[in-house]
């Protein structure tokens, strides 16, 4: 069964860091574009941040400079180190990632369960 499962979330203070992560599991052929989106309460689901296979890398304008996002391919696992942490932040954070399938070479885009992150100020 192919699934993203993410860790790391949690509650901080205003200021700490978390770090998430996000592996895939099951009959991969391989992975393309992996990124993060976050839900926080009462809001749409927006983007955080996005990686490529090469490593290219794209945040929000409310990220940028405080959060990085990385991958190891080898390990079918994407990043995201988040520092300086605000308020603003707290929000259910959910992996995606485009799969391509073992079982027909078809390109799939897979959701994770999503982890809650809470920042007190």
């Known amino acids: 069964q192919v699934q993203l499962v993410e860790s790391g979330g949690g509650a901080v203070q205003a200021g700490g860091s978390l770090r998430l992560l996000c592996e895939a599991s099951?009959?991969?052929?391989?992975?393309?574009?992996m990124r993060w989106y976050r839900r926080a309460p009462g809001k749409e689901r927006e983007p955080v941040a996005g990686i490529i296979k090469i490593g290219i890398t794209n945040y929000a304008d409310s990220v940028k400079g405080r959060f990085t996002i990385s991958r190891d391919n080898a390990k079918n696992t994407v990043f995201l180190q988040m520092n300086s942490l605000k308020p603003e932040d707290t929000a259910v954070y959910y992996c995606?990632?485009?799969?391509?399938?073992?079982?027909?070479?078809?390109?799939?885009?897979?959701w994770g369960q999503g982890t809650q992150v809470t920042v007190s100020s």
């Open positions: 995606n990632a485009d799969l391509r399938l073992r079982s027909n070479y078809k390109t799939v885009s897979y």
């Open positions: 099951g009959s991969i052929f391989s992975i393309d574009a």
